[in-house]
């Protein structure tokens, strides 16, 4: 048995019952790095194990659990480029706050994983560390930006990792990589130590194999923080006492209209199909058009864009050119938004919010794909064409800041994974994971795993 491919509950439990160490679960995850990462450049730097952790697993959650960060997250004396060559030799004197709190947990860090540059971009294909690669189709991108953290997942180079949502960084690679993708609700997570693309829209969150898994990370990640003007005081989250609750008389939304039905048919008919796996679990489901969240994806990409142009303003004053084409040409556009544009954005949002509001109560949640395609060539393709076609059904979300999953629903005909996403109320975490821990445990598209990762 390859004890890589096990979830991280799973590993937690063998390593609670000392049927394995945090130690063969370090080695076993460096050895598939060794083997893997020079083909699918899931981590710009590996890190060698660190100090041995105590005896016994105490009260740590992720005792010896290996996790990858995306490398946008500080990590005190590693280095964190941000997959940009402004950053390239920074070392941080801290680590970011939610690395703190997941080695607090107990979790060992693996390495810092390849992202799209500065997070703006969905293809994760870096001029300056180089493409990372979709482990289902070498030639296909991973998604973006926080591919390397799916792809380590998808792999089994670690067990759980970190990642970044600003208009669908950490859904769009679990979707096309075939995990699970957490992006918990604007505020749940503090984002301190972690460089901004928008402060208004960014997110932090997990990439792991299985809703169980996510729901124990976000346990470990998430909570006030004083030091972080975004996060929210609110009562500490519980998002595992009820994930096996059922769907018994659950009300879903299942997303329909034009907006939606412009994706691919492949993708269309995966998701349709989990309408009736969700009524033989005993909830209701009833359609409801979301053309309106057209606008809410558009508004959130115009903000993106300005937001970025406003962080990055100096960089991109003094080195235009130390930027990647596609990156530079969407942070050029931001920085020509005007007041107005920006003005009309904010009142989208402002009404997005309400509309998803009202929606929420009726509906306990809502259905619709993660993405309108699988996962796209990597080369020869348009990467900004690209940003705005595979944020479509994640977007919306980042505007209005809800909770949002995606989890493995089904197969393309040329075998690339296709992700359902599941969509709730502000704060209502525990009820996305329930819903999706639901639908996983009737179905097993999860189980599926890439044939590199099985012969490595």
Known sequence: MDSTLLSLTDQRDLVKSREVTAADLMDACIRKIEKLNPVLNAFITVMPPEEDLPSGTGSMPLYGIPVAVKDLYDTKGVRTTSGSKFFADHIPQEDAHVVHKIKRAGARIVGKTNTHEIALGVTNNNPHFGACKNPWDLTRTPGGSSGGSAVAVATGMALAALGTDTGGSIRIPAALCGVVGLKPTYGRVSLRGVLPLSWNLDHAGPLTRKVEDAALMLQVMGGYDELDPVTVKTLPGDYISHLRDGMKERKIAFAVGKFIEEADPEVLEAVRRTVQVMKELGASVD??????????????????????????????????????????????????????????????????????????????????????????????????????????????????????LSLPCGFSGEGLPIGLQIVSRAWNEAGVLRAGYAYQEATDWHKRKPEIALSA
Do not use: C
């Open 287 to 404: 359609e409801v058009n979301v053309d309106f969240l057209r606008e809410a994806a558009l508004a959130n990409g115009l903000m993106t864009q300005a937001d970025g142009a406003a962080f990055h303003r100096e960089r991109l004053l003094e080195h235009p050119d130390w930027f990647g084409a596609d990156v530079r040409q969407r942070l050029e556009t931001g920085a020509k938004v005007s007041s107005t544009e920006y003005i009309l954005a904010r009142r989208t949002q402002a009404e997005a919010r309400r509309r998803m509001e009202l929606l929420f109560d009726e509906f306990d949640s809502l259905l619709l794909p993660t993405t309108p395609i699988t996962a796209p060539v990597l080369e020869g393709e348009n990467a900004v064409e690209r940003a705005r076609q595979l944020t479509r059904f994640t977007a919306p979300f980042n505007l209005t800041g809800l909770p949002a």
